[in-house]
């Protein structure tokens, strides 16, 4: 069984940067055709697909959070991380980090964290 699991701070300021983890147990970040993302959902709208990190380690960022999104991953800890930068209260949101298999969607998902950014 694959399990996800997000941590990271909760409360971050304004035009600070957003650093989450993801820890994945039950399976392999290297695992041939699995891609790793990172999904969040602001309160009162539905979810968006911020980027992913590949199986080979390539990235794909949404083109709205290009330039303020880097994802990367520590293979050794079995885990990926989030660094959004220059943070505003929009960005406020539960975040998830999610398991998707090639051309067949999303198949396992953490619980989510919820981050608020606030001064």
């Known amino acids: 069984q694959v399990q996800l699991q997000e941590s990271g701070p909760g409360l971050v300021k304004p035009s600070q940067t957003l650093s989450l983890a993801c820890t994945v147990s039950?399976?392999?970040?290297?695992?041939?055709?699995?891609?790793w993302n990172w999904i969040r959902q602001p309160p009162g709208k539905g979810p968006e697909w911020m980027g992913d990190?590949?199986?080979?380690?390539?990235?794909n960022y949404s083109p709205s959070l290009k330039s303020r999104t880097s994802i990367s991953r520590d293979t050794s800890k079995n885990q990926f991380t989030l660094k959004l930068s220059s943070v505003t209260p929009e960005d406020t949101a539960v975040y998830y980090c999610?398991?998707?298999?090639?051309?067949?969607?999303?198949?396992?998902w953490g619980q989510g964290t919820q981050v608020i950014v606030s001064s």
């Open positions: 039950g399976g392999s970040l290297t695992t041939n055709n699995y891609y």
């Open positions: 999610v398991r998707g298999v090639g051309g067949s969607g999303y198949d396992y």
């Open positions: 990190i590949s199986y080979s380690g390539s990235t």
